[in-house]
């Protein structure tokens, strides 16, 4: 068993399989381009329905503490991933920092769950991409066909507009890492704009009563307003915050990624939290939230106290962008987490080359397209939404553990951005985290469960002897 020191020397110094002076990453992202993709990964669809039900169900108008509560709970993970991304700039994310502080066993499973999360991910959005799609051009008399615009369980043969923009967002990627934040950016810079026209013209429609009471009383079960309905609610919005973790797969091509990388995430959140903030300040003083309850669409509601008819078409364009962005910053972080663990010899080394010209794992991407493309197309979204986020909130837990293990053991390691208040900081984190996990229902841990044991079959066949192989190699050179 090699040592500690030897695994974090791994991360640090990994080079590409069959790597010359043609192939390797290009270091091609600033830091507005790495705020840009963390803008990118985390501005969904979140921001128009979850605020809404938490509103509606949970916390009243103080949602508005929710959403800051559940900032802060993101923010000590993402302080957690901008120490480790800060002093491993490597293209793995959790899986590269788990590999550098646990060894090979566990960043095979965190390597493993997350491809699996972010294929699922993906799907979900994409999905729902095509089903808001299909609504815009209803508005316009357009009707796609059911047998393509459908998932067979839903009616159709395929949902091909979800497929679609797999396919096309993974051809973005292929063609680089620059271009593909050139397009991310364009996408930010217009759904922000949306976000702002929406907080702007329904700042004229606000009355201060429907903020009365901001902090609704408790019905007598917990989560149901009162402070415990804050909690519940921060629960509930946590997931609109997931996605800044994609950013970190990005070290190996982002210039100066030691001051980049913690300055992303955390730009890339704050960012997101007063967008995020300011919507809910105008959608719960322009509708009650007792009149939000059961509404699918409460943000169509608050748009219907406005003369603004056409921003119902601004909406559906803002949150198609957003789903957009969203799949293509997944897309590119799954991509670069299979690059990664091919080039420990975890997977076949061809998941490991990169394109000569291109410079992106290109097969990587292709089989990530395959496996999101397939979800996408025809899988239903009800299934594909409860086969999520576990996975991820396992990875930002083991995270935060790594700062934790790599300062015990590593003391004198360098470390260019340091969590502050460390330990609390980190063991903040993963508390936040595991309390999550265990709210999930437990078909999210069955499909966890399932996914292992298939990980583990496949590390005891081929990944582990491979990858001790190769570290042992590296040692000896």
Known sequence: MPSRPDFVSRALQRKPIAADENTGLRRTLGLPAVIALGVGAIVGAGLFSLTGIAAADYAGPAVILSLLLAAIVCGLTGLCYGEMAAMIPSAGSAYAYTYASLGQLMAWIIGWDLLLEYAVAGGTVAV??????????????IDLPRAIAKAPAAGGLIDLPASCIVGLLTCLLLAGVRESAVVNAVIVVIKVAVILVLVGLGAFYVEARNYHPFIPDNTG?????????????????????????????????TENPERAMPLGIIGALGICTALYIAFAVVLTGVVNYQQMHGDAAPVATAIDRTPFAWLQIVVKLGIILGFTSVILVGLLGQGRIMFAMAQDRMLPPVFGKLHAARRTPWMAHLVMMAMCGLLAGFVPVEALGKMTSVGTLLAFAIVCGAVLVLRIREPDRPRPFRVPGSPVTPLLGIASCLLMILSLPWETWLRLAVWFALGLLVYALYSGRRASASLAEARRS
């Open 221 to 253: 079960a917990f989560g149901h307003f009162g402070w415990s309905g804050v909690l519940r609610g921060a629960g509930i919005v946590f997931f609109a915050y997931l996605g800044f973790d994609a950013v970190t797969t990005t070290a190996a091509e």
């Open 128 to 141: 729902s991409w095509s089903s808001y799609l299909q609504s815009l051009l209803h508005g316009f008399g």
